[in-house]
Nanobody
Framework: EVQLVESGGGLVQPGGSLRLSCAAS????????MSWVRQAPGKGLERVSA????????SYVDSVKGRFTISRDNAKNTVYLQMNSLKPEDTAVYYC?????????WGQGTLVTVSS
């Protein structure tokens, strides 16, 4: 069974940091690009970041450039999102998904709340 399981969300104060993890199983992880997508309360989906299969290429939405870093460990079948200098507007459910342009498989999401 193809599965993506996110973890690492929680409540953090503005300016704080969190690292999200997404553990993949059921497919050849090292052959696929991976993305992080978020949905803020009352808003649509927004792809935050993506990484290609070997980690050599990444992309970020402008609003997180310089603050978020995507990475992957193909030996552990895991993709990460390091989030620094968090802002209240980063509050959202964060999903990992398989793919770059076309997102084929999604995790269940993890909630990140940035609030004082």
């Amino acid at each position: 069974e193809v599965q993506l399981v996110e973890s690492g969300g929680g409540l953090v104060q503005p300016g704080g940091s969190l690292r999200l993890s997404c553990a993949a199983s059921g497919f050849t992880f090292s052959s696929h690009a991976m993305s992080w997508v978020r949905q803020a309360p009352g808003k649509g989906l927004e792809r935050v970041s993506a990484i290609n299969s070997d980690g050599g290429s990444t992309s970020y939405v402008d609003s997180v450039k310089g603050r978020f870093t995507i990475s992957r460990d193909n030996a552990k079948n895991t993709v990460y999102l390091q989030m620094n200098s968090l802002k209240p507007e980063d509050t959202a459910v964060y999903y990992c998904a398989r793919g770059w342009r076309y997102l084929e498989v999604w995790g269940q999401g993890t909630l990140v709340t940035v609030s004082s």
